[in-house]
């Protein structure tokens, strides 16, 4: 299984970013998809998931500005960041569990300018 992240880069505060994230190889029977991100000197921290049966679950410093959605074939996971703040700048990282195993993705770089 890898996951491919996109979708990041530069933006200025108030702006917009979408990620996207697709799953390829002997993928099936997933229970979650979701978001982290790890900023500078600290911990990789969850921003969202999305569980099979369609349920979401956000990060409170994200809620309401953030928004994790999949594509029909639930392969590809998206994250809709608006709003965003230059506290929001890291790595963001795409997060599949399968059977009861993490994947990741390699990470895609997010830089808010105030």
């Known amino acids: 299984v890898q996951l491919q992240a996109s979708g990041g880069g530069s933006v200025r505060a108030g702006g917009s970013l979408r990620l996207s994230c697709l799953a390829t190889g002997n993928v099936a029977d997933i229970s979650e998809m979701g978001w982290y991100r790890q900023a500078s000197g600290k911990q990789r921290e969850l921003i969202a998931r999305?569980?099979?049966?369609?349920?979401?679950t956000y990060a409170s410093n994200v809620k309401g500005r953030f928004t994790i959605s999949r594509d029909n074939a639930k392969t590809t996971v998206y994250l809709q960041m608006n709003s965003l703040k230059p506290e929001d700048t890291a790595v963001y990282y795409c997060?599949?569990?399968?059977?009861?195993?993490?994947?990741w993705g390699q990470g895609t770089l997010v830089t808010v300018s105030s």
């Open positions: 999305i569980f099979s049966n369609g349920a979401t």
């Open positions: 997060n599949l569990v399968m059977r009861g195993s993490d994947y």
